[in-house]
């Protein structure tokens, strides 16, 4: 494993990646701590590149904040970290501080699993609510109360192959790729690209394979662009609107029966297509960067088609969140603050590795600005498409399975746009009506 040739801001220079290996086991990576240093206990779920920066970063505050340590654990993604989380939580024998994905917030068990967070101490640390994407902000909220701090946002975006482009007639005089708007503009402009390709689909996205999400987050960047809405605010109430809906699910069947996209295509096979060339374009979360730019690929990056409407991408958002503690020692948790802020304040060297920060200071940064193709989408950040507060949403979560599960035949031609509506709907009430597992207050 080996980090990103372009990792070259600031504290990201220095380091050894072997370091990396010995986090992964799980193991807290030592940075000379002494008895004088406060000692903050750190989960996470991050690997690949995002592991290897968030490390290079940690080393970093290390060298700037000489009193204090941070015992960096990493721990496996998915179902297994959040699982983990929610049993040192009910113990409250937690870390101090952990990666969240902010779509599962409501999910967890928040006032039971994860502590509120201190807005004053948040304040002393340097972070004030005014400096966060509103929408994401917002969401960081479960009734009133704030119980996470925003990092990112990594949103379905568009990657685009120069090459394939340029020969297509696609790219402007500063070689980039003009905005969408609408669906006959798509349609063209996929169609060019198909044309010099041979007759190949010129779109690949996750469309196919046991526990696809890909149908699920095109759809869901689709829908909202017009305004629609899964449940209502209170999560007791299904929302959709079949006519924007299907709208949706309409052009995602074109695209399949046009040969547009491929539909045969799970996730690993949509990134090897274009990472190959095989396709003009792919619909991916932003995370791809990295690998893109070690393999060669001639692309990059804009933000996801504006069709109907707004410029809505699906997305989720890295946070931080304090596991419930029975007590919390003041000056482990002045110092946690402290080393919330300094990853937050340089999340620009966060986004490296193709997320967008949610703190708006660092989007005007000359350092991140000058991050290509990174900071080309990073308007996007007030206009995310984020799962609604309900505790079956979020990354791997049974509700993008399903309707993962529900419209991929869609795109295949094999269901009707109506029919791949009314699964999503089934599974949606019957997610609704199952209990959520955590109880709203601690005993």
């Not at 980090?3 to 992964?24: K, N, V």
């Not at 304040?345 to 949610?358: E, F, L, Q, R, T």
Request: charged share 20%; with cysteine.
């Amino acid at each position: 494993m080996h980090g990103p040739p372009d990792i070259t801001r600031r504290h990201l220079l220095g380091g050894s990646l072997a370091l990396l290996g010995a986090a992964a086991t799980g193991c807290a990576i030592p940075m000379g701590l002494g008895s004088s240093q406060t000692r903050v206990k750190y989960w996470h779920f991050l690997g690949a590149s995002d592991g290897i920066i968030m490390n290079k970063m940690v080393g970093a505050f290390a060298k700037d904040n000489p009193d204090i340590f941070v015992e960096e654990n990493v721990l496996q993604w998915g179902e297994p970290f959040y699982t983990k989380v929610a049993m040192a939580g009910a113990g409250g024998r937690s870390p101090d501080l952990a990666s969240f994905h902010l779509a599962r917030l409501a999910g967890i068990g928040a006032g039971q699993i994860l502590d509120p967070i201190d807005v004053k101490l948040l304040e002393e640390a340097g972070l004030r609510g005014a400096d966060f994407s509103p929408p994401i902000w917002e969401r960081a909220h479960l009734d009133g109360v704030l119980y996470a701090i925003p990092f990112d946002a990594h949103p379905m975006v568009e990657y685009y192959n120069t090459d394939i482009c340029q020969k297509a007639g696609l790219l402007g005089p500063d070689g980039k790729l003009a905005p969408t708007n609408g669906v006959d503009e798509l349609i063209a402009r996929l169609t060019k690209a198909k044309d010099v390709m041979g007759g190949k689909p010129p779109l690949a996205f996750d469309a196919l394979g046991l526990g696809t999400v890909g149908p699920w987050r095109v759809w869901y960047s689709l829908y909202p662009q017009s305004g629609g809405t899964l449940v209502s605010d209170d999560g007791t109430t299904v929302t959709i609107d079949d006519a924007k809906a299907l709208e949706a699910l309409r052009l995602m069947q074109r695209l399949g029966k046009e040969g547009l996209c491929d539909w045969r295509t799970d996730y690993g096979a949509s990134v090897a297509k274009f990472t190959n060339g095989e396709a003009a374009f792919l619909w991916n979360g932003d995370w791809e960067t990295t690998g893109l730019k070690e393999r060669g690929t001639p692309f990059s990056m804009t933000r996801f088609p504006t069709v109907f409407g707004t410029g809505a991408a699906q997305a989720d958002c890295h946070a931080f969140v304090l596991p419930h503690q029975r007590a919390r020692d003041p000056e482990v948790e002045r110092a946690t603050y402290r080393f919330i802020a300094y990853l937050v304040k340089n999340s620009a060297d966060w986004a490296v590795a193709g997320h967008v920060p949610a703190y708006l200071p660092a989007l005007e940064e000359p350092d991140y600005l000058a991050l290509q193709p990174q900071s080309e989408y990073r308007s996007v950040i007030t206009e995310v498409a984020l799962d609604p507060q309900v505790w079956f949403a979020g990354s791997a979560s049974r509700m993008w399975i399903e309707f993962g599960e529900a419209f991929s035949p869609v795109i295949a031609g094999t269901r009707t746009p109506e029919e791949g509506l009314a699964a999503a709907k089934a599974s949606l009430n019957r997610l609704m009506s199952a209990p959520n597992p955590f109880p709203e207050e601690r005993s």
